[in-house]
């Protein structure tokens, strides 16, 4: 599962609420913790996090249920990670969502976070990368209009569709 966007859009919201209900064996991949609390290194084409990330690909791959990928994620600068993702589950089995919300609606929810004392509307707007859509991989868009839990209602009744083979078991199937 891949759930990117902007800065402030709900991804990392979205995934732990994802995560806490598809339950143990469920491996999230946060790019904030990975590349800033783990790696403290700058984003961009040359960043350490992309090595670590295909490195935790394969292990969510051979040793997890689900695996969850969530962060900005440039398209652009992590192709590697996202040919990686193709090779290892195909595409049926990749469900990838992005969070294609206007700037001020970033501002909004940025406004009601604790990391809003650690950054501001100067810093959301220097990130700010309008559209920045996957080319190899096709993603469902989550809209303004989508709250936090419709967007992971539609995300579990998707995983568990029967086009969605391998991704889950029948042990998580949710009701």
């Known amino acids: 599962m891949i759930i990117?966007?902007?800065?402030a859009s709900g991804k990392t919201s979205l995934s732990y609420s994802l995560q806490e209900i598809l339950g143990?064996?469920?491996?999230?991949?946060?790019?904030?913790?990975?590349?800033?609390?783990?790696?403290?290194?700058?984003?961009?084409l040359e960043t350490p996090?992309?090595?670590?990330?295909?490195?935790?690909?394969?292990?969510?791959?051979?040793?997890?249920?689900?695996?969850?990928l969530?962060?900005?994620l440039r398209s652009d600068w992590y192709t590697p990670v996202w040919q990686k993702s193709l090779d290892l589950y195909g595409l049926d089995n990749i469900h990838a969502y992005y969070y294609d919300l206007p700037f001020e609606e970033t501002l909004n929810r940025h406004a009601s976070r604790d990391k809003a004392k650690e950054f501001g509307e100067s810093s959301l707007k220097r990130w700010w990368l309008e559209k920045d859509y996957l080319t190899e991989i096709p993603e469902t868009l989550l809209t303004e209009t989508i709250s936090l839990e419709e967007a992971r209602d539609n995300i579990l009744t998707a995983i568990k569709s029967p086009k969605a083979k391998g991704c889950l078991s029948e042990s998580l199937m949710i009701d």
Request: charged share 15%; proline share 2%.
């Open 70 to 72: 969530e962060g900005i």
């Open 24 to 44: 143990e064996n469920t491996l999230l991949l946060s790019q904030d913790l990975l590349r800033g609390a783990m790696l403290h290194a700058h984003d961009g």
């Open 4 to 7: 990117r966007g902007n800065a």
């Open 49 to 68: 996090t992309i090595p670590l990330l295909l490195n935790l690909l394969d292990y969510g791959f051979k040793n997890c249920q689900t695996t969850i």
